[in-house]
């Protein structure tokens, strides 16, 4: 008698639910690329010969860094931000393997913690870590702290699994092409220009600091509150000439903002944006709102040459299947800490199928780089990796071996797993500091 294979129908039953929504847009968009069914691989899961490994325990460890002079660590908008913190994530087992990750810290690392104690350390308990892909996928989709919590989860699974495996993650995920062993990685920054001082010297002075490090491109945000500094676009765009002529032709220049009008984006920024050959513009529109595909083609339409890149508030495949099929964002930024490394290898594929590429979101600490970069070399159309430029112990003294960028390229560890140690007592260098790492920009009182 033929056994019941559960994982394999789990499987197939989930990719044939995710085809049917997908078929309408295969048939009709000609630039998908035909994959043979022989060719067709379900996912990484499929090719790895089970380990006899149980779940012992699930700690969640909330951390942060808060500057000893109270000094504020960058500024946006009409917001400061005080304090970093992150989310360690351990998965311990029986046979003495510990996998660890974390889960987006947007969520709060404590209320991360509060929601694991409750409600996945009990179920996940005895359980092997080889099915997270089904069993560590939980929460509502819009739940942005059941899905950070269950990312954490998920991912400390799979540096679990390259434990037992011997073999780093991102040579288990690589199962349709060769892995990168060197990232490029792009500063993300553009978070300290205040328009109330010098701010345009401030972005150019920021840009050509990281031209000087080796970095091939920047990706900066729109500066300090526009109403108290005055600011428009008549004024803003002469600044975006000033600095694609500091930094000159070649470097690679992105811009992330939402929130101009829909008139201003398309009938003035677009044009710039276009003449001064800029690399992308980041999420120019509210994704949530109706009609919001449509208005990022128009806007792809004013500036041919420039790509759109979004999806970082995008938790699964199906959410972005629209954008990704009808081209309204040319790079992916699904992120790991969200998603779980599993889904977003999924939507890499997809997004790879139609030709777009992928560049996770990655703007916190080490335990957030470690599975992107993981994720992102591991794909196809993995195109580079964001890396935050604040100061942020976080990013570099978690771990013992710090994850550094030289001349705009990461080394990928070749250790099992994520490839790289915990270093000793965080808990004791990191007090938890609770309450929202941002507030409203003190400059700004009263305004």
């Known amino acids: 008698m033929k056994i019941f294979d559960r994982r394999k129908f789990l499987n197939r039953t989930t990719q044939l639910g995710a085809y049917s929504l997908l078929l309408p847009y295969v048939k009709r968009q000609p630039e998908a690329k035909e ?44 917001y400061e931000v005080w304090k970093t913190d992150a989310a360690l994530v351990q998965v311990f087992t029986d046979q003495g393997i510990v996998g660890f990750a974390e889960g987006t810290p947007y969520s709060n690392p404590d209320e991360i913690r509060k929601y694991t104690d409750k409600h996945i350390t009990p179920f996940m308990k005895g359980k092997n870590p080889y099915d997270i892909d089904f069993l560590g996928s939980g929460g509502p989709w819009r739940d942005y702290l059941a899905r950070a919590a269950w990312a954490g989860v998920q991912n400390a699974c799979w540096d679990i699994i390259g434990k037992t495996k011997n073999k780093p993650v991102y040579q288990l995920l690589a199962v349709d092409c060769e892995p990168k062993k060197k ?8 978070v300290n220009h205040k328009w109330y001082e010098d701010g345009p010297t401030q ?18 945000r729109n500066g300090t509150d526009w109403a108290f500094s005055k600011m428009t676009m008549k004024k803003y765009l002469p600044i975006l000439r000033q600095l694609r002529e500091a930094v000159g032709p070649d470097f690679k220049l992105m811009l992330e903002k939402q929130g101009w009008t829909f008139e201003e ?43 759109i890149s979004g999806g970082e508030r995008f938790t699964n495949r199906f959410q972005l299947h629209q954008w990704i099929v009808e081209g309204a964002y040319d790079i992916i930024q699904s992120d790991c800490n969200l998603t779980g490394i599993s889904e977003n290898w999924h939507i890499a594929r997809l997004a790879h199928l139609f030709g777009r590429l992928q560049c996770p979101h990655n ?5 957030t780089t470690i599975g992107n970069i993981h994720f992102v070399a591991s794909a ?4 580079m990796c964001e890396l935050n430029q604040t100061f942020n112990p976080l990013k570099e003294e978690v771990f013992k ?7 705009g390229l990461m080394d990928l560890p070749d250790k099992p797993g994520f490839g ?21 920009n003190s400059h700004l009182k009263g305004f």
């Open 35 to 78: 994959i043979k069914s022989s060719e067709r691989i379900t996912d990484p899961m499929s090719r790895l010969q089970r380990e006899k490994i149980k779940i012992t325990d699930i700690v969640v460890t909330p951390l942060s860094y808060l500057p000893p002079d109270g000094q504020i660590l960058w500024a946006v908008g009409s």
């Open 183 to 190: 990232m490029p990685i792009y500063a993300s920054g553009g």
């Open 203 to 220: 972005l150019i002075e920021e840009a050509l600091s990281y031209k000087e490090q080796g970095f091939t491109a920047f990706k900066f």
């Open 265 to 307: 984006i398309t009938e003035q920024l677009c044009p710039a944006l276009e003449d001064l050959k800029f690399y992308w513009y980041e999420e120019p529109m509210n994704q949530w709102e109706e009609g919001a595909v449509e208005r990022h083609l128009q806007i792809k339409e004013a500036m041919p040459s420039v790509m």
């Open 363 to 367: 703007w916190h600490g080490g335990l």
């Open 380 to 383: 196809p159309n993995g195109h």
């Open 401 to 407: 071996e710090p994850l550094v960028a030289i001349n």
């Open 420 to 440: 790289v140690e915990l270093a000793d007592d965080l808990e004791k260098k990191f007090p938890w500091v609770p309450g929202s790492y941002l507030r409203p």
